[in-house]
């Protein structure tokens, strides 16, 4: 059974730091991305960042670049989000999901994921 368990969520100060973790498990496909989604009260989910298993290319959508970043530790079977410079507007519940094989679409696409995790809420005070 594949499980994807995220935490790392909290209360910050307005450019303070967090950083997410998510624990993949029961995951065993070659080819397979891992997307951050976040996704505030009364909005659409929104993709944050990709890290792809092809060639371990990341994606970032515009907001985060400079200050988020996605890493893996495969050992760990565990994908981090970097979260810097903390904004109010980067106040959300945030998923991590999982898509599996060879996808040519955009990964911040959140129809076509196959599994996702509960949640954990980042929230940013000003």
């Known amino acids: 059974e594949v499980q994807l368990v995220e935490s790392g969520g909290g209360l910050v100060q307005a450019g303070g730091s967090l950083r997410l973790s998510c624990v993949v498990s029961?995951?065993?496909?070659?080819?397979?991305?891992i997307t951050w989604f976040r996704q505030a009260p009364g909005k659409e989910r929104e993709g944050v960042s990709c890290?792809?298993?092809?060639?371990?290319?990341?994606y970032y959508t515009d907001s985060v670049k400079g200050r988020f970043t996605i890493s893996k530790d495969n050992a760990k079977n565990t994908v981090y989000l970097q979260m810097n410079k903390l904004e109010p507007e980067d106040t959300a519940v945030y998923y991590c999901?999982?898509?599996?094989?060879?996808?040519?679409?955009?990964?911040?696409?959140?129809?076509?994921?196959?599994?996702w995790g509960q949640g954990t809420q980042v929230t940013v005070s000003s």
């Open positions: 999901a999982g898509l599996i094989g060879d996808y040519a679409g955009s990964y911040f696409d959140p129809r076509p994921y196959d599994y």
């Open positions: 029961g995951f065993t496909y070659e080819d397979h991305a």
């Open positions: 890290i792809s298993s092809k060639d371990g290319s990341t």
